[in-house]
Structure formats: C-alpha cells, structure tokens
C-alpha cells in the first residue's frame, strides 16, 4: 500500500482529532509502521504537545468547581495530547459505558479511568468500570442488595457492554444477585459507593446455564467468555474507526487476536487501523466527524490554545456535550450527528475562531493582498486552517467565490473579507463534517 | 438459552449510521432563493393544515404509578407497597377508574389533569407490542421507525414527510432540539433542528452588511455539490438546509415569539413555546418532536423521579395547550405523548421497577377524542415475566394518526398498517 500525506491525514483524523500539516509530512516519509507505532504507544516525548494549555479568561481551569470546565478540561487533553489515540478511545468508553448527572469529582475519577485502561485488556477496564461509583450509581447498582437487587447495570452490562444478544431475562435477574453487595454512603460532600459484604447475595446463580456462588469478579469473568461477547466488542471497535461494514473473515481475524491476546484493546485496534478498509475513499471520506472531534480538530490541526468558554456549548449546540450522553446507551453516531442546528453552530465555531479564538488565526485570516489570484486566496486559507481536506469540486467552488467575490474590481478591504470568508468556509462546510 | 452471535442482528451503531440522505437528493440548490424558500413555505402553509406533535417520555414511563387504577387499588397497593401511598392520587370528577399522580396537576388549569377534565386528553393505559423487547435501545427504535424489526430505517414521520413534503421547506418537519429525532429521519426530503429561531442563520464573522450576500452565496456553493457516498451527500443536504432554515425563520419577529401565556421556566417548557409559535406562523411546519426532560428510567428513587419528571410534564404541557388555544391555533394541533415502553408492575426493592410491558401514552388537544380509549392492563392477570398485558399495539395508534389527523393513507408508511387495528383518536 502506498503510503502518503492523505493516509496519515485519515489515520490521525479516525485514530484521533486530525493531523498538522506537520505531523501529515513527518508520518508520511516515516511510513505506516511508524505512524501506527506512534498513536499505539507514544513517541516518549512528553504528554502534551507544543499549544499552551486552555486559559479562560487568564486563569487555569477549574474543572471540579466552574460549571463547563470539566467539558473544556477534556477538550484540552484532546487538542495538546501527544496521545490522541488514548483520548479517542477515552471518548469511545464514554460512549460505550455512558454515564451521567453524577457528581464532577466521580466523572472525573471516572473519565481517568477509561484513559488509563483505555488500551488495557477489556478485562482490566470492565473491573474499572464495575468498581466505578460514577456508572454504581448512574445504573442503580449501588444501593442493589442481597434483599432486593436492582436488575438495571446487569441489563445494561449484557445488552450494552459486553454481548447485545445471547442472555435471557433469567440472566439478568441472576447476574443482578451476583452484583449485590455495593452501597452509597456521603464522603467529602458528595455521594460515593462502598462494598458491603453483607448486603452481597452469596447464594448460589444460575448465569447462561452455569452455577456457582457467583459474585462481581465471577461476572466479569463469565460475560467476557460468552460467545457473544468477543464478536460484539470487535464489531463495535470497528465501526468507530471504519465506515465499510465489517466483513466476515476479518470479523474472525479481529475475534481471534481479541481472545489470543486475552482481551487486549491495544492488539484489536492496532489491527483495525493497519486495515485497509480504514483508508477506503481517500479522496472521498464518509464517516461524519462528532462534534467533540470537529472542534478537538480543528484547534488542534489550527494549532489553537483553549481561551474561550463557548466551545463548551458549541459542541452542546452541535449534539454532544462530554459527560451528559444522553442515556447509558450514549450518543448515536454517524448521520444521527446531522441537524441544522448542528451545521449552524459549526458555522458559528468557525467565526469565533477567526475573530476572537486565536489572535494567529485572526490576523492570518486578514491576510491577503488586492493583487491575489483565486488560487493565491483558496491555498492562503488552506494553509492557514492546518491544511483540512477538501474534494476537488469543493475546491473549484471556493475558486469560484474568489474570483466572483470583488464586484467592480478587488481592493485591499475586499481581499481581506474574502480571505476571512474562505478561512471559514474551509473548516465550518460538508467537507470539513466528514473525516 | 441462545449463545451464538447473531450476526444479522445489527448493531446500534450500525442502524443509526445510516439515516438521513441515503436516497437522492432532491431539491435543487438554485431554488434556493428566499423568495423561492418562502413560496415554497407558504404554499404548503395551508391554514387548516394539521400539524403532529411528538412528545418522547424517555426511559420507560411507569403506567401505574402515572395513572393508579382505582378500580384495582387493593392489588394496586400490594404490588407497589413501597413505593405509593394509596391516597397519594388525584382522584378525578366523573371518572372512577384511574386516578392521575398529583404531579400531573401541576401547571395551568390543573395541568394534564385539567386538560383531561376538560376534554382535553385521550389516554391510552397499555400501549405497547406483543413480545415487548425491554431494551431501552430497542423498544426506542420500533416506536421511531414504526415497525417492530430491527432494520435500516427512517423514523415513521420521517417516511410521512418523504411521501408528503416539500423538497424545498426543512421547516415541514421539526426537532425543538440540537439533534434531529429519529423519528423525522427521512430517506430524501429536508427537516430541521431548532432550539434558537433568533440564532438559526448561517452568518459569518467580518463580513458586516456589505460582504453578507456575496458569504452566503459562497455557502450555497460549497454546499450544492453532489456526493458519492449517503452520509457525504447528507452533509451536503444538511448544510442546504441549514441555510434555508435561517432565511426561512429571519421574518419571525419577536411579535411571534411572545407568548400569550406564562410558560414555566426550564428548557423544556421554553422549547414547546418556541414550537407553538412556529406553528403560529406560515412556516408550512406539519411535524414536530420535543423530548420531554427528567429520569422516566426510575430504578430506584422512583417516588422523588418521577413527581420531578411527570411535574415538568404537566406544566409544560398545560402551558403549550393554553398558548395553542390563546394564538387560536389550537383546532390543528394534535399531541401525541408517548414512552419506549412500561414498568414492572411489582416494584423492586430499591424504591423503583425496573423495565416491563403495557406503557402510557396519550393524545392531546382540542379535537383529540377524550377519555380513557383502551383498557387499563388488569393486574391481576399479568404475563408470564410478571408483566402487564399489552391492551393497544402503539402502530393501530400510529396508523390511526396518519388516516385521523394527517389525513394520510397509513398503508404508505407504516408496513404493518394493514394488519393493526384502528382507534377513534380525533373528533
């Protein structure tokens, strides 16, 4: 497979939130090995890249106090980490065991979890979650006793986490005694969990057809060896990185490193970006970004540092806000991302860029001379943006408004408006909705 | 117990991946003009023309606890000891046979109460399918889609408006949110998000008035070209939308947008008064959706969830009917409020329930048949997972809908229509 800018550009793009100009030149002459080797396990250089870290208004963040903060917090990670692929994945797991309404320090605790075992084994992350008190108490299982357990997180663990299918409602109610046992108490102002044995049914289960005194550590054990469980995991770690739909052998190729490996996330998704499904349509991409990603995106491919508060409910105008999906099934993805008030507020995050965002991107943006040719304006505004991708017709269209943009003949004022019209166009239009 | 990975049953991610877009495209941009945008609205602004309101319970709205039959009230408190009081009901004037949860008399006129003393509310105890699916996942997609399979789809409004709408007015066919509800999902014709009709224009910073016409021109451009993929193109069609949207809702003045009524604070209330005022106007709006704010899903905690929940309902609900009434708009306007599905008629322990069959859902306005339209589940007589039994399958409701109140042949979009049976929803 010939390997070039544009490959490493739909790498980073579904492994992270896009790549500089920079990092494209770089991982295209370093080849894909590399490239993968890099978003795997890091280059040793450091957690966070060059762009300063986010300041609103002078001040740090403060994610635990300032409502819209914790959002901000993520979003910083997002943009300046040198370990994209860790926080996409972060961001998958907040999806895939979503959770919400719980106090910030336990989303917190929470969200550092899912980053530290995000390329974990499953098993490693599946105890995380089942001993996390943020998603203990989203779905009920804090407060689930010996003398009435809550059916809801063994619901939810099957159907959403680990299997989708294979499980029956007597299942359910037995894996809900074996989940017994964990309880809410306040600590430091906020409502936390504990493990209290006796509350623990330590009665003997019957869960897909096996029987023992089954408790939270059984559980995790029994669903990651269902049957189930390996294709399930695999099926819906692929269609976050791939739009082709997962074909039979390499289905079986992914559930085999999966159970191989001992559930390893690492080794299934290393497998996945070197697949060449992954760089289908290079000139024509077709998964559509989600809001988080957009606008992690375009600051980082920007270069931009995290100084206004609006991005926080931008990305809530565009669908998605961190830490409120909205139920425990998370966010729908792909075209369900698409609404009018959505595009609007990509538009709008484009404006803010340009004029108050970035003091670089505003001046750059301002740019251009009387004298310059459509070609001058359209790759002047390309360069300026962090070179995003745009289709070829996308990019006859911008000529287009260039050469028709000055009426009686171009000024200086005209050319400026024009470039700034452009730089918008470029990161806010369809093209800049797909990766 | 099967074991085995069903590999045609799709996958979450799978079915919402495709959606909107995945037919042509089919209004063309150089209509795109306002004058032309707004023909197009007004022509479909039929005065009488009828417009559904979907109101989405999210989480499995508990039909027992919502409406405590009174007919069964000894069963009634056996099975829910720990969580009602018996006499925690507000009993109704000439109606002996459910009582509603005092939350619901919350708002102007009594709330949803007083819209059901008023003639105003049909309800529909027991609604639901038969072999209920207690997923929330996938009980939430047959009632958007309208069928009870797990396949590719567009939402079944989404398939009324493909049939019925104009190619050229994403104002048709409203979600009051950030994310268009997939049940306004279509296979080609435009819908709209709205949570800001002040804000909802594509503008572009630094242009000021003199640049304006030549940036928006320029969106119409980029936005106009053909894709070779579903999901491409329909970022193509949402940005053509999103334009028309703003050109389509700059004429609605602050006049509009006042209401008649004082309407509750919070998010919920606020969208459902931005929604009656869009209707007010010739915008061509036919469906819409809201969902309804608060945690249905009452596990645990159930007496303080959902007095919270069905209180923001009530009160939101009552003030959007009584702006509808006082903007004389009313007569055609229908609500239909409705949940993915019921809840274990034995409660749980944790001071919930947990997922089960035989929901609640109901119809709402002035020409909205009034009453109690199905039967209430009897609870002594439930299913073989202690749940209640299904009294209406919701697509009769659905179906009923399309040929009541849209006036719309139901065999066109939903595919069990033929087989469902019908219910008298309008008068």
Redesign the interface.
């Given at each position: 497979m010939a390997w070039t800018e544009q490959h490493v550009r739909r790498l980073f793009w579904r492994a992270g939130f896009g790549a500089t100009p920079q990092e494209a030149r770089h991982y295209a002459r370093m080849g894909q090995a590399a490239a993968l080797r890099f978003l795997l396990d890091g280059d040793g250089q450091g957690e966070f890249s060059d762009i300063p870290p986010a300041r609103i208004h002078g001040q740090p963040l403060d994610p635990v106090n300032e409502p819209g903060h914790e959002v901000l917090w993520w979003l910083d990670r997002m943009v300046r980490s040198r370990r994209p692929l860790v926080e996409k994945m972060t961001l998958f797991w907040h999806d895939h065991f979503a959770t919400a309404n719980q106090d910030t320090p336990l989303m917190l605790a929470q969200n550092q979890m899912f980053r530290e075992r995000a390329l974990d084994t499953f098993l490693r992350l599946l105890e995380g979650v089942m001993h996390d008190p943020a998603i203990q108490l989203y779905?009920?299982l804090a407060?689930?006793r010996k003398?009435?357990?809550?059916?809801?997180f063994a619901?939810e663990l099957m159907?959403?986490f680990t299997l989708?299918?294979?499980?029956?409602?007597?299942?359910v109610r037995e894996m809900s005694r074996a989940l017994t046992g964990w309880r809410k108490r306040r600590a430091n102002g906020i409502t936390t969990t504990y493990w209290d044995p006796n509350a623990h049914d330590d009665g003997v289960k019957t869960i897909?057809?096996q029987t023992g005194p089954y408790g939270p550590d059984d559980v995790i054990v029994l669903v990651t060896q269902?049957?189930?469980h390996a294709?399930?995991i695999v099926?819906?770690l692929w269609?976050?990185f791939v739009?082709e739909?997962l074909d039979?052998a390499t289905q079986a190729a992914l559930v085999a490193t999966y159970r191989a490996s001992g559930s390893s996330i690492k080794a299934v998704v290393g497998q996945i970006l070197a697949h060449p499904a992954l760089y289908a349509?290079l000139h024509?991409?077709?998964?559509?970004k989600a809001p988080v990603v957009h606008v992690a995106g375009v600051l980082r491919t920007t270069q931009t540092p995290i100084t206004l508060r609006r991005y926080s409910p931008l990305m809530?105008?565009?669908?998605q806000r961190l830490f409120r999906p909205?139920?425990?099934?998370g966010w729908?993805?792909?075209?369900?991302?698409?609404?009018?008030?959505?595009?609007?507020?990509r538009?709008?995050l484009?404006?803010?860029l340009?004029?108050v965002g970035s003091k670089t991107l505003r001046v750059r943006s301002?740019r251009a001379a009387a004298d310059w040719t459509p070609r001058e304006h359209v790759d002047a505004a390309l360069e300026t943006m962090g070179r995003p991708w745009i289709?070829h017709?996308?990019r006859a269209?911008?000529l287009?408004?260039a050469r028709?943009?000055h009426g009686s003949g171009p000024t200086a004022e005209?050319a400026q408006?024009?470039q700034?019209?452009l730089c918008?166009?470029v990161v806010s239009?369809?093209?800049a909705?797909?990766h | 117990?099967?074991?085995?990975?069903?590999?045609n049953?799709i996958?979450?991610?799978?079915l919402?991946?495709?959606?909107?877009?995945a037919g042509l495209s089919l209004y063309a941009a150089k209509l795109l003009t306002v004058d032309g945008l707004l023909e197009a609205a007004h022509a479909q602004a039929v005065p009488d023309a009828p417009v559904l309101v979907s109101v989405f319970l999210?989480?499995g709205c508990d039909l027992l606890g919502a409406l405590p039959p009174l007919e069964q009230l000894g069963r009634y408190n056996d099975l829910r000891a720990s969580l009602a009081p018996g006499d925690a009901f507000t009993p109704l004037p000439n109606e002996s046979r459910l009582g509603f949860h005092p939350a619901l008399a919350d708002g102007l006129g009594g709330g949803v109460v007083g819209l059901f003393a008023n003639g105003r509310i049909g309800l529909m105890p027991g609604i639901d399918y038969a072999n209920p699916d207690?997923?929330?996942?996938h009980s939430r997609n047959f009632w958007e889609r309208g069928m009870v399979t797990l396949q590719y789809g567009s939402g079944w409004l989404g398939r009324w408006v493909d049939v019925h709408g104009s190619a050229l007015n994403?104002l048709q066919a409203v979600?009051m949110?950030?994310?268009?509800s997939?049940i306004l999902?279509t296979d080609r014709l435009p819908?709209?998000?709205?949570?800001d009709p002040e804000?909802?224009?594509?503008?572009?910073?630094?242009?000021?008035s003199?640049?304006a016409p030549?940036?928006d021109?320029?969106?119409q451009?980029?936005?106009s070209?053909?894709?070779?993929?579903?999901?491409?193109q329909?970022?193509?069609d949402?940005?053509r939308?999103?334009q028309a949207?703003?050109k389509l809702l700059a004429p609605v003045g602050d006049a509009a947008l006042h209401a008649p009524v004082a309407y509750p604070e919070g998010e919920f209330a606020q969208r459902l008064r931005t929604l009656a005022a869009l209707i007010s106007q010739p915008l061509g709006l036919r469906v819409a959706t809201v969902t309804a704010p608060g945690e249905y899903?009452t596990?645990?905690n159930q007496a303080r969830d959902l007095t919270k929940a069905l209180g923001e309902l009530s009160r939101g609900l009552s003030a959007f009917q009584a702006d509808l009434e006082a903007r004389g708009i009313a007569d055609r306007v229908l609500t239909f409020v409705w949940s993915e599905f019921g809840r274990r008629p034995k409660s749980?322990?944790?001071g919930?329930t947990?997922?089960g069959a035989g929901g609640i859902a109901w119809v709402q306005g002035t020409r909205a048949v009034s009453g109690i339209l199905t039967d209430f589940p009897d609870l002594r007589r439930l299913d073989e997972?202690d749940n209640l039994a299904v009294t209406v399958d919701f697509r009769s409701v659905y179906a009923s809908l399309l040929e009541q109140w849209l006036g719309s042949d139901a065999t066109q979009i939903l595919p069990d229509a033929a087989n469902a049976g019908r219910l008298a929803l309008v008068r």
């Open positions: 779905l009920s407060g689930s003398t009435a357990p809550n059916e809801n619901r159907e959403l989708g299918s294979g499980y029956d409602e007597t299942d897909f057809g269902h049957p189930a294709p399930f099926g819906k269609s976050f739009t739909p039979p349509r024509s991409p077709d998964m559509i809530t105008a565009m669908g909205p139920s425990v099934a729908d993805w792909g075209t369900a991302w698409l609404s009018t008030n959505a595009m609007q507020a538009v709008e484009a404006g803010a340009v004029s301002k289709a017709d996308t269209a911008l287009g408004v028709d943009f005209s408006a024009l700034r019209l918008q166009l239009g369809p093209d909705v797909v | 117990m099967a074991a085995c990975y069903d590999r049953e996958t979450r991610r799978q919402l991946g495709r959606g909107i877009g999210p989480g207690l997923s929330h996942f994403p979600s949110d950030e994310r268009l997939p999902t819908t709209a998000a709205v949570t804000a909802a224009a594509v503008r572009f910073a630094g242009m000021g003199r640049w030549k940036a021109a320029a969106w451009r980029i936005s070209l053909s894709r070779a993929t579903p999901a491409a329909a970022a193509m949402v940005a939308s999103t949207v703003g899903d596990h645990d749980n322990r944790s919930g947990d997922h997972h």
